[in-house]
């Protein structure tokens, strides 16, 4: 019997807020432990929480940016458990409310687009972080508190591939949106993966697995591979599969139980009494969709569209928003914005990782890259020469046409220049005269670079070559 594989993710993601979701303390990662906590993020008696207003614009917009609806009721739970790294003795998040339902994502998978439904996109809060010494453990609440977003998946993933390009994809969602840094050193992203198996033709789903908390998104791909093997080996032997909690063991290259798998009334849920349930208004999800950018893919398509950029160029483009964002600008109006795109993607890269620069320091004008090319393709100056004039304007901020001017650059096209550099070169080079006259087509090439020395890369490569045939006479 053949298997087939199940998955559904649900990835948690830390907002990029200044503060956390119920109180000042400042949203910030390494700090020294419990400097930024205060009596509401840790829980004492007789505080009460104030909704962070930025946490919930950017949970709606996020939800935006994943196709999801805003429903104009929202509310808070709270999830109760005991564990040392969660002050309160609960977490607040949204059960049966979510302030985001039912969108997806679209990415490039394999050859093809892949299209995974979003269940939900809920805030919660994150809690604490446990450290263990060697005769003892500490825990900092720094992190108690910071909004959490969660988004979970349709059970619509076939393969440890598609779950990571779909965590990848949707990393590039969040970052160009702005919702969030996914740092995942600093633990922005974690991810729960949940993962069953069936025979291939079986419409019901199989008993489901879930490996909590993993923090790389290649993590994910190797668990989920090692899971699913093992899922199918169980069943292959006879043995039955019972929905149950695991664990990745990233050193061993295993999966591990942690415990069976808890169900909701275990945590007791029920509605926050502290909190207002969210209302937003008309008016605020429209202010907030204000705020929906492109998505990666879809500028991905434009800028291949637009531009006629290979898709490898418009992949740069995509990664780094502020190179692309600059390209754009830059490449408007230019007859040629693949070569346009080509001194952005090299010689600007190059200079900024020569300088330790950024987009922000550039100091020509946004117009002057399309200007250059135009020199090199009107035969102004040669491409050799473009490179020089190239760093002048990173280095000064002047246009090219001037530095042209000004250095004596232009390309030499009068043919009496072009005839006393080619005069000069042949003088010096009698053994490759010899050659070409005696058939050799390569010494032309030969001279031809001699006399673009001798002008200092300025004579028009061109008119050379049809020059020096005419004057070796052939
Ligand atoms: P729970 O209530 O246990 O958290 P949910 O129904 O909310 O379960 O689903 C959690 C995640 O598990 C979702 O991403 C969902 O798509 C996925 N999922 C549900 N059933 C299965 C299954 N049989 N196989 C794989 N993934 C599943
Ligand atoms: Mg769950
Ligand atoms: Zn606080």
């Known amino acids: 019997m053949t298997y087939e594989a199940v998955i559904g993710l649900e990835t948690h993601v830390q907002l990029r807020t200044r503060t956390k979701m119920w109180c000042g303390c ?40 994943l196709n999801c609806d805003v429903p104009s009721y929202a509310k808070w739970d709270r999830k109760n458990y005991f564990y040392p790294d969660n002050p309160k003795n609960y977490q607040l998040t949204q059960l049966d409310f979510p302030s985001t339902i039912e969108g997806f994502v ?74 969030s840094d996914c740092d995942m050193e600093k633990g922005q992203v974690r991810c729960d993966v949940n ?6 033709g079986q419409t019901e789903l199989g008993e489901k697995i879930e490996i909590k908390n993993m923090n790389s998104f290649s993590g994910v791909r190797r668990a989920a591979a090692y899971e699913i093997e093992r899922q199918i080996g169980v069943l292959r032997e006879g043995g039955t599969l019972v929905q149950e909690t695991r664990r990745w063991n990233d050193v061993v290259g295993i999966t591990e139980n942690m415990r069976t798998k808890e169900d909701a009334h275990d945590y007791r849920y029920f509605p926050d009494p502290d909190l ?3 209302r937003p208004s008309e008016e605020w ?16 398509q434009r800028l291949m569209a637009d531009f006629k950029l290979p898709s490898s160029d418009a992949v740069v483009f995509v990664g780094d928003a502020a190179l692309g964002d600059y390209f754009e600008v830059a490449a408007k109006g230019a007859k040629n914005p693949k070569a346009v795109a080509n001194w952005v993607i090299n010689n600007l ?126």
């Not at 400042?26 to 930025?54: R, S």
């Not at 993962?195 to 291939?200: E, F, G, K």
């Open 26 to 65: 400042a949203n910030e990662y390494g700090a020294e432990a419990n400097t930024n906590v205060c009596p509401v993020c840790i829980g004492l008696p007789g505080v009460l929480p104030v909704p962070n207003a930025e946490a919930l614009r950017k949970t709606a917009l996020t939800g935006m940016l």
């Open 106 to 179: 679209e990415f490039e998978f394999g050859e093809g687009i892949e299209r995974v439904r979003i269940n939900r996109a809920h805030l919660e809060e994150d809690v604490g972080k446990s450290t263990h010494f060697s005769d003892y453990s500490g825990v900092d609440f720094n992190r108690a508190g910071v909004p959490l977003l969660e988004i979970v998946t349709e059970p619509d993933l076939t393969g440890p591939d598609m779950a990571y390009d779909y965590l990848n994809a949707l990393k590039g969602i969040l970052e160009y949106g702005g919702v």
């Open 195 to 200: 993962i069953s198996v069936r025979p291939v």
């Open 276 to 278: 207002m349930p969210h």
């Open 285 to 300: 999800i429209a202010e907030v969709r204000t705020l929906v950018k492109e998505l990666p893919l879809a500028r991905k």
């Open 349 to 474: 890269q190059a200079k900024f990782s020569e300088t330790g620069s950024t987009v922000a320091d550039i100091k020509f004008e946004t117009s002057a890259i399309g200007e250059l090319v135009g020199l090199v393709e009107g035969g102004k100056i040669s491409s050799k020469i473009a490179q020089d004039v190239f760093a002048e304007m990173f280095e000064s901020g002047k246009s090219p046409a001037p530095i042209v001017e000004e250095k004596g650059l232009s390309q030499v096209c009068d043919t009496s220049e072009l005839q006393a550099f080619c005069n000069e070169a042949i003088a010096a080079n009698s053994a490759s005269v010899e050659d070409f006259r005696n058939g050799k087509e390569a010494a032309l090439n030969f001279l031809k670079g001699q006399v673009m020395k001798v002008s200092r890369g300025k004579a028009n490569p061109k008119i050379v070559g049809e020059l020096l045939k005419k004057i070796l006479g052939s």
